[in-house]
């Protein structure tokens, strides 16, 4: 018997790849957990001013609670 490999969804992929994903995300619904995203994978392929803009993004999103609150914490350390 062979194991069944893994779902495709649970596939590792690249920090291009994920960038597409939080992109086409936030195309169709922007949110805050989106723009936060594609920032921190753009930070990691070394796009700084670009990654300035998304993780700006964030904060500029409505929001109410405890969980937005905590992607605007994390969007503005990512800043710093």
């Not at 990654?51 to 605007?72: F, I, K, N, S, T």
Request: hydrophobic content about 40%; glycine content about 8%.
């Amino acid at each position: 018997l062979h194991p069944s490999p893994p779902h495709p969804n649970l596939m590792p992929c690249s920090y291009e790849e994920a960038l597409a994903f939080f992109k086409c995300s936030f195309s169709v619904r922007p949110s805050k957990k989106a723009a936060l995203y594609a920032g921190l994978a753009l930070q990691k392929l070394g796009r700084r001013d670009e990654a300035a803009d998304w993780l700006g993004r964030v904060a500029g999103l409505p929001g109410g609670g405890e969980a937005d609150a905590q992607l605007d914490r994390e969007a503005a350390a990512a800043l710093r």
